[in-house]
């Protein structure tokens, strides 16, 4: 997996662990819905910025959105 994907199955997993929609989490990051959809589907590469907004959102440490899935 490349990192992109790896980001993308944490914030999806977490998303859902936190059972929020991808446009309940978009709007709590202040990012619109198909900048979150289109992360979770690896179609971009998020910024440091970014990732630490979602990180803060979610309430995790930005390393959980890198942790590699074992």
Do not use: C, F, K, W
Request: charged share 25%; hydrophobic share 40%.
């Amino acid at each position: 997996m490349n990192l992109n994907e790896i980001v993308a199955a944490n914030l999806r997993r977490i998303r859902h662990e936190r059972q929020l929609t991808q446009e309940e989490l978009a709007h709590r990051a202040g990012l619109s819905p198909r900048y979150v959809g289109s992360i979770e589907r690896t179609r971009v590469s998020i910024s440091i910025t970014i990732l630490s907004r979602l990180a803060e959102t979610l309430g995790i440490d930005p390393r959980e959105l890198l942790r590699p899935i074992a």
